[in-house]
């Protein structure tokens, strides 16, 4: 049995760093809307509310229906989570008078409450919530106040039910993680199990049984996330993985080489498919970037079909689609529940009639690195920055040729070689090169020269949702620019973009 805490998500910001702090210890959670309450909860040792935009008292706000849950499994709300059950169990609900919002400080902390157990006196918390709960239930008791906030936090008697209107989830709420664990772990008495080792021996015995002497085709990318998936699957069924890796021509630098090395090293059983002709021909004269990706992925998948059809008998489509690929999240506009589209596997073909298997689509990007390293990965697979699978094709702007390419290759790797030699590649999220559609004018020896301009970026992030430009010491700077126009034939400027993202985005294109 897998011990689960199941989280119910009305639409928080949160929700999924909620889930990242129960397994920081050790224990297995998931996400589920509101209103998809799963009907087998035999695994389940308790359930956490998600904070919500919206206000319990909104007409259209989400009302789960708890009646599996409450009394029967330990329950903690957070913010929205605890406003719901103070209200539905008669309390009163009220738009705050005062501002809730930010860093404030537990004065009162009932010690006797399992939940507060060895929190500090004054300990920091954050809030972050327009109502606040005014009058509890007569069968609540305060289990802790802040200066403003009486009932920062509350225990249903007689319940293992809880609430607190502060996010133990954030950074900001300093013993957020005594809290949590509190709950989970003496509360609802998890053995925290879940570590990259059990994960990787059940997985791979899950995936014995579930694939046999099937033969399994996937499509590598160089990435982490590919690369953790075909480990796995090669664990448990060995030379029956078939694994394809395509060049599109729009690599890195010597990427095709170096990669496929490493995954033979690793003794996958991989395949190289030289295909770059085929992109770079179809690419010609495009200049719109939603159809140089249209271009790429459709190529791919053709290169892919083909390959795919040369293995006798095979059953099954790998993918290393990951947990945050698949959780249905409420829609903030109303409770329907919506699916994220697949980043990166949209456009799979169905007609290839492959039963699909995901052995990480239960994890987070960090997971998979963890469970990586637990099979004793190399960190040149494992800490390599992501790579969109369009590649260099969405860096080149505007439409692309070979020549351009082999720019971009040039500039590049000047570029990454120098963040690693300069200890500085683990310090960025992601770093790339991008060739601009424009010219600019310059002087070498007596020469007036007339040429490319390429703009330098590294970001810092975690998700790729939000970044912000990386500080970059203006010498290693100024380094690598001088490097790229003296080395790279075809560029005299380079600039290095400041912009975040929001309003910016990572990629140009
Ligand atoms: P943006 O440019 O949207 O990028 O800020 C966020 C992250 O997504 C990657 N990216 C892509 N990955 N196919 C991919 O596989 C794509 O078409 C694509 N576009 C952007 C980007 O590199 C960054 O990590």
């Known amino acids: 049995m897998q011990e689960t805490i199941l989280i119910l998500d009305f639409g928080s910001q949160y929700t999924q760093l909620i889930a990242r702090r129960v397994r920081e210890l050790n224990v297995y959670c998931e996400i589920h809307p509101f209103n998809k309450i799963p009907k087998d909860l035999s695994e389940v040792k308790g359930v956490i509310l998600s904070g919500s935009p919206f206000s319990v ?3 259209e ?6 009646e599996n849950i409450r009394g ?3 329950l903690l709300g957070v913010c929205y989570g605890a406003q719901f059950l103070a209200q539905h169990d008669g309390g009163e609900v009220l738009p705050s008078k005062i501002r809730e919002y930010g860093r404030a400080n537990l004065g ?4 006797d409450c399992k939940l507060m157990h060895g929190m500090s006196n004054n300990s920091q918390v954050w809030m972050s919530h327009g109502d606040t709960i005014l009058n509890i239930p007569e069968n609540y008791d305060i289990i802790t106040s802040t200066e403003t906030v009486e009932v920062a936090g509350f225990k249903v008697r007689d319940e293992e039910t809880f609430g607190i209107q502060f996010h133990p989830e954030v950074y900001h709420t300093t013993e957020g993680a005594v809290l949590l664990k509190n709950f989970i772990v003496d509360i609802c008495g998890c053995h925290q199990q879940w570590t990259p080792d059990s994960f990787v021996e059940t997985t791979v015995e899950a995936l014995k049984q579930k694939l046999g002497n099937d033969k399994v085709v996937l499509g590598l990318s160089g990435g982490v996330d590919s690369s953790v998936a075909a480990i796995l ?3 448990a069924i060995g030379k029956n993985l078939y694994c394809i890796f395509v060049d599109n021509g729009l690599l890195r630098k010597n990427e095709f080489e170096d990669v496929l090395y490493s995954y033979k090293d690793l003794g996958l059983n991989v395949k190289g498919v030289n295909a770059s002709d085929l992109f770079l021909d179809a690419l010609v004269g495009e200049e719109e970037p939603e159809k140089k990706r249209k271009i790429i992925g459709n190529t791919f998948i053709d290169v892919f079909d083909e390959e795919a059809h040369l293995i ?5 489509l790998a993918q290393g689609t990951i947990y945050p690929d698949v959780i249905e999240s409420i829609s903030v506009k109303g409770p329907s529940a919506t699916i994220k589209s697949h980043h990166n596997v949209g456009g799979l073909p169905d007609f290839m009639k492959l039963k699909v298997v995901e052995p990480l689509n239960t994890l987070f990007k960090d997971e998979v690195r ?3 390293r637990s099979m004793d990965m190399p960190s040149h697979i494992l800490d390599r920055h992501p790579f969109p699978g369009p590649g260099l094709g969405i860096r080149i702007l505007g439409d ?3 020549e351009k390419v082999r720019i971009l290759q040039e500039v590049d790797h000047i570029f990454i070689q120098g963040l690693r030699d300069d200890d500085l590649y683990n310090d960025v999220w992601q770093s790339l090169a991008v060739l601009l559609p424009v010219k600019s004018v310059g002087v070498m020896g007596d020469e007036r020269t007339y040429e490319n301009v390429v703009a330098l970026r590294a970001v810092g992030s975690t998700d790729g949702m939000t970044a912000d430009w990386s500080h970059l010491p203006y010498e290693f700077l100024a380094k690598v620019s001088n490097k790229i126009i003296n080395q790279v034939k075809g560029v005299n400027r380079v600039v290095y973009d400041i912009s975040s993202k929001p309003p910016s985005t990572i990629e140009w294109e």
Do not use: C, M, Y
Request: hydrophobic content about 35%.
């Open 370 to 372: 963890r469970i990586g």
């Open 233 to 235: 699957l090669h664990k």
């Open 61 to 66: 706000s989400p009302v789960p229906e708890l």
């Open 72 to 74: 029967k499994l330990p």
């Open 57 to 59: 008292r909104d007409a």
């Open 400 to 402: 692309i040729t070979r």
């Open 312 to 316: 006798q008998d095979v059953k099954w």
């Open 108 to 111: 009162f902390i009932n010690q």
